[in-house]
């Protein structure tokens, strides 16, 4: 669908026009970028394999200066016959030009890295996202490791992105804080190497743990959601979730 402005107060952020031209209220902010790759391991291999190519990657990042890029993995943990994949691997800049570059330096000095990978997980699409943050989670000693849901949305006819379902995002991420749910929200917006969507979001939510997203599913109350979110106005499908590991933080991230 897509045909909604992405109008937008959050986290101190003002955006403002279409899902590719995010364009925040200075010239420091903005919309996050992130690209997925979904993948599988090749006849033979596994995480081992994996882990040995992501040691290789990462010293090739370190020699490049790549210090504005995080990355994970993530291994789908509740999941149908329908995520056809074995592995997501999930990197995010703070700016599209910063991922622009991470894209530059990949095509022009990767060498046989990309081969590597081939070799362990043949990976079947590469997507890009435009990520708002609604509630970021708490910071934490150990962050090498946590869960992530994915639900597709689609907005109802009657409603619009930033008159009422940003703001019911909003008030929805309020309401879980003060639960103190230690969750994290998001919304990604489909970008690049999709086409054909039937959804125009997806709901990101993070949990440092499985006992952590439990937590929030004792507390969840069907008559607050259906008071923040009337009938008619978002339609969610069940989450995928994924236990996601870190390979790499970018030095904004890290501090």
């Not at 009422?164 to 804080?177: G, K, M």
Request: proline letters at 4%; charged letters at 25%; aromatic letters at 12%.
């Amino acid at each position: 669908m897509n045909r909604f402005l992405l109008t937008l107060v959050t986290g101190g952020l003002v955006f403002a026009g279409g899902l590719n031209t995010a364009v925040a209220q200075d010239d420091d902010d903005g919309a996050a970028a992130v690209e997925i790759y979904t993948c599988s391991y090749a006849d033979g291999k596994g995480a081992a394999d994996l882990d040995k190519v992501i040691a290789k990657w990462n010293k090739w990042a370190d020699d490049q200066g790549l210090t504005d890029y995080s990355a994970w993995t993530m291994t789908p943990f509740y999941s149908s016959p329908e995520q056809d994949f074995d592995i997501i691997w999930l990197g995010a800049t703070q700016t599209g030009k910063s991922m622009g570059a991470v894209q530059d330096m990949w095509i022009a000095n990767s060498g046989t890295l990309g081969e590597d990978f081939d070799s362990v997980t043949p990976c079947d699409s590469h997507s890009m996202h435009a990520a708002v943050e609604f509630k970021a989670p708490p910071k934490r000693e150990d962050e090498s490791s946590f869960v992530l849901d994915f639900s597709d949305c689609t907005i109802g006819d009657d409603y619009h992105f930033s008159t009422d379902v940003a703001p019911a995002l909003t008030a929805w991420s309020e309401y879980r804080a003060a639960q103190d749910s230690t969750a994290g929200m998001w919304a990604f917006f489909p970008v690049n190497g999709g086409g054909g969507e039937e959804y125009d979001f997806k709901f990101v939510v993070s949990h440092r743990n499985y006992t952590a997203k439990g937590v929030d599913f004792d507390n969840y109350e069907p008559a607050k959601a259906r008071e923040i979110f009337p009938y008619g106005m978002l339609s969610c499908d069940s989450s995928r979730s994924y236990v996601t590991t870190n390979i790499r933080m970018a030095e904004s991230d890290a501090e």
